[in-house]
């Protein structure tokens, strides 16, 4: 008997308790940190205390008879996640231009392409070209959204872009999604309720002095009362909105003043049909923006346990987002654990993206980077399978470090381009600290209490 080589165990903060996770399977225990240790001590054939009973381990899959048995459960959670996956709605990500009308400090597309020009309506209708050939038949239908640079400046060829994307989503049953700064959203809310509109991510990096300092206008003027504005516009009417920060050490503290306004405002009464959002990290994905200051960054562990010791001083913070942290909010709201996460690096498989010059790219990471160009849509297509089938084939059973560890099926091998950035190759990982985010998220959820 043996410990499954997938078998996660997570300390809780500030508990003697500790989470025994099988992703695999979807099983999770609470147990003592004592039967903790002792579960561990498996791996080494150390005897189990008689209170933990060796078959309900096995009954649960957290124990295995031997290396068979716990290849046929990576089997079998392998089918499930193939399953998971084309059930997923592809993401066609259009760069309709790189130029925008903030300098935000912290924009890492500052580093690979200076182009400002907007797509030509011949490059809008290649676009749908490529749509039709290769995602024509696709269900769930994929869905469009639009990246930048900025997609929504309030000139007439913006508007003029914009009509053209929309109407060619609505011939083909596509929703789109927009991600803009929201400078100039209110003077495309019309058009965007006409739809079909998925939703409009904005990003808000905290209360207005902070945000202003942060993503300034070109002017240098400030941006915040105008992207507010705008989202108050999408909420009247009706049109989804997904509400982005960007954080690290210089705005986090400011977290909890933005959440007292998005109640404010009546944001939070909403559902998340409607109002949701995001807390991202900022990172350096391929070097730090001109701007951005690399001792202000957090990684994963740091952030999160800053967020949630912000949200024990101020509850408003627990309505405002709560984080996935690795299952651990579904565990909470469903009772049951997230499918297992072979890849978490969607590119080339359920995430594409196109940039304004008629370059094809796997992800929005990626997009506009020539080092990563995967080919073309416009003029003509054009495809560099073998480039494509790197990154297609990326998953944690084809990456040989997640091939051998156990937090693989949670993490997925991570970003596929910071890992090949960091390593020259996109089958190599960029690890996630599961274990750690695991134990923030039953903090958190309250998954420690029995």
């Not at 929309?166 to 803009?180: I, M, N, W």
């Not at 200051?293 to 101020?314: C, G, T």
């Not at 059973?397 to 390593?423: D, F, N, Q, W, Y």
């Amino acid at each position: 008997m043996q410990l499954s080589r997938s078998a996660i165990v997570a300390k809780i903060p500030h508990s003697e308790k500790a989470l025994l996770v099988q992703p695999l399977n979807g099983q999770v225990a609470l147990m003592s940190g004592e039967h903790a240790k002792a579960i561990t001590g498996l791996t080494v054939g150390a005897p189990l205390p008689e209170s933990l009973p060796l078959t309900d381990l096995q009954q649960a899959g957290f124990a295995v008879d031997s290396d068979d048995q716990d290849r046929a459960l990576l089997a079998a959670a392998w089918v499930e996640y193939l399953s998971e996956l084309e059930r997923s709605p592809t993401q066609l990500i259009v760069v309709p231009t790189f130029g925008c009308n903030l300098q935000c400090t912290y924009c890492y597309q500052e580093a690979f392409d200076p182009a400002t020009s907007l797509i030509s309506p011949e490059s809008v209708d290649a676009f749908f070209r490529y749509v039709d050939r290769f995602h024509a038949t696709e269900s769930p239908r994929p869905y469009l959204t639009l990246f930048g640079g900025e997609p929504l400046v309030d000139t007439n060829v913006h508007h003029d872009r914009l009509e053209r994307f929309l109407k060619g989503a609505r011939e083909r049953s596509l929703e789109v999604a927009v991600v803009t700064n929201g400078y100039d959203l209110t003077a495309f809310v019309e058009r965007l309720g006409r739809g079909p509109v998925k939703e409009i991510q904005v990003t808000i990096d905290g209360p207005e002095a902070v945000h202003d300092a942060r993503r300034p206008h070109a002017s240098g003027a400030g941006t915040f009362g105008r992207v507010v504005r705008g989202i108050d516009a999408l909420v009247a009417a009706k049109i989804p909105v997904n509400m982005r920060v960007v954080a690290d050490k210089e705005n986090l503290p400011t977290l909890p003043a933005l959440a007292e306004l998005a109640e404010r405002r009546g944001w939070l009464d909403l559902p998340e049909t409607l109002f949701k959002t995001q807390v991202g990290r900022n990172y350096e994905l391929f070097g730090c923006a001109a701007r951005q200051k690399r001792e202000q960054l957090f990684d994963r562990v740091e952030l999160w346990s800053r967020y949630l010791s912000l949200a024990e001083e101020h509850p408003a913070l627990r309505r405002f987002h709560k984080p996935r942290l690795h299952g651990m909010r579904h565990l909470a709201e469903t009772g049951e654990f997230p499918a297992p996460n072979f890849d978490a690096c969607p590119a080339a498989k359920k995430e594409w993206a196109f940039g304004p010059g008629g370059g094809l790219y796997g992800c929005t990471a990626t997009v506009g980077n020539p080092h990563y160009r995967l080919g073309s849509y416009a003029p003509e297509i054009a495809r560099d399978e073998a480039a494509i089938e790197l990154w297609s084939g990326r998953n944690v059973l084809s990456i040989p470090e997640c091939s051998k560890c156990s937090l693989a099926t949670v993490c997925g091998g991570g970003c596929g381009a910071i890992a090949a950035h960091r390593t020259g190759h996109p089958r190599s990982p960029d690890c996630r600290p599961v274990r750690e985010l695991f134990g923030l998220g039953a903090k958190f959820y309250g998954l420690d209490r029995e």
